[in-house]
């Protein structure tokens, strides 16, 4: 199975400040074939299911505000929001679909510092 | 709007079964892939099973092979996951989520499932 490690599990930025998220993949996630890095990354709210926000590693999710951005090819990946917002407070996954079985990292909490 | 509305779940003893259902709408439901994923209370996401858009392929996790199965009714827009043998390790609540090729959108609002005795 591929593993997948986010960092840091938690974090405090101040609001209209730069978060920054990691995730590392146990083995890399760009397809040979389609030149695309099989990865997203989802946000969820507390008591909520998880929102799509980028897919294909950098794609924007059609009403995903701006300041979500996402980076990174191979094993590793980044995704960043600008600006933070006091709505950004949530949990953070990435998720591989790679290969199967899929697999989620473990989340990092994001709170208002 | 595109809608997915889990159902079933509930409080069951180790050993026992339940069977969850997803209502689909909004969309035509053989046109797309089907999961389910789960989360344990307070932990992070785990996908379980999928299935293809006619149902012809069924893939699981290890750990519920041989004890959970997922199918599909195109002419009721609904998808089910049957569950056998339930184990104290499978209590979360699980989430029907459409596949828009590989991408994991929407997932609806989830079923608590509870094993205990």
């Known amino acids: 199975d591929i593993v997948m490690s986010q960092s840091p599990d938690s974090l405090a930025v101040s609001l209209g400040e730069r978060a920054t998220i990691n995730c590392r993949s146990s083995?890399?996630?760009?397809?040979?074939?389609?030149?695309?890095?099989?990865l997203a990354w989802f946000q969820q709210k507390a008591g909520q299911p998880p929102k799509l926000l980028i897919y294909?590693?950098?794609t924007r999710e059609s009403g995903v505000p701006d300041r979500f951005s996402g980076s990174g090819s191979g094993t590793d990946f980044t995704l960043t929001i600008t600006s933070l917002q006091a709505e950004d407070v949530a949990v953070y996954y990435c998720?591989?679909?790679?290969?199967?079985?899929?697999?989620f990292g473990q989340g990092t909490r994001l709170e208002i510092k | 709007e595109v809608q997915l509305v889990e159902s079933g779940g509930g409080l069951v003893q180790p050993g026992g079964s339940l069977r969850l259902s997803c209502a689909a709408s909004?969309?035509?439901?053989?046109?797309?892939?089907l999961h389910w994923v789960r989360q344990a209370p307070g932990k992070g996401l785990e996908w379980v099973a999928n299935?293809?858009?006619?149902?012809?392929?069924?893939y699981y996790v290890d750990s519920v092979k041989g004890r959970f199965t997922i199918s599909r009714d195109n002419g009721k827009s609904s998808l089910t996951l049957q569950m056998n043998r339930l184990r104290g390790e499978d209590s979360a609540i699980y989430y029907c989520v459409r596949g828009r090729g590989w991408i994991f959108d929407p997932w609806g609002p989830g079923t608590l499932v509870t094993v205990s005795s």
């Open positions: 083995q890399s996630l760009l397809s040979s074939s389609n030149k695309k890095n099989f």
């Open positions: 998720q591989q679909y790679y290969g199967a079985p899929i697999t």
């Open positions: 294909w590693a950098s």
């Open positions: 299935i293809n858009e006619d149902g012809s392929e069924e």
């Open positions: 909004g969309f035509t439901l053989g046109n797309f892939w």
